[in-house]
């Protein structure tokens, strides 16, 4: 279940992480990123492009294609 979502693009990474993660710290960050944390303390700052690729938020690196189209 998806809970803390402020908007529609961090519901959407959220959903995409959840299809791809198990076990992560899921924590909604300001505007339209998402921060997942593991279980050694890796962390990675998510977000979604303009054509829906999820992307590392602080390097621009694309981790799926169009992954988060709804």
Do not use: C
Not at 13 to 38: A, C, Y
């Amino acid at each position: 279940m998806i809970k803390g979502a402020k908007t529609i693009t961090q519901y959407k990474i959220m959903r995409w992480i959840e299809e791809h993660f198990i076990d992560v710290l899921i924590e909604p960050q300001k505007g339209n990123s998402v921060k997942i944390t593991d279980s050694v303390g890796e962390s990675i700052t998510i977000t979604i492009n303009g054509t829906g690729d999820v992307i590392d938020a602080l390097s621009g690196e694309i981790l799926d294609r169009e992954g988060a189209r709804v």
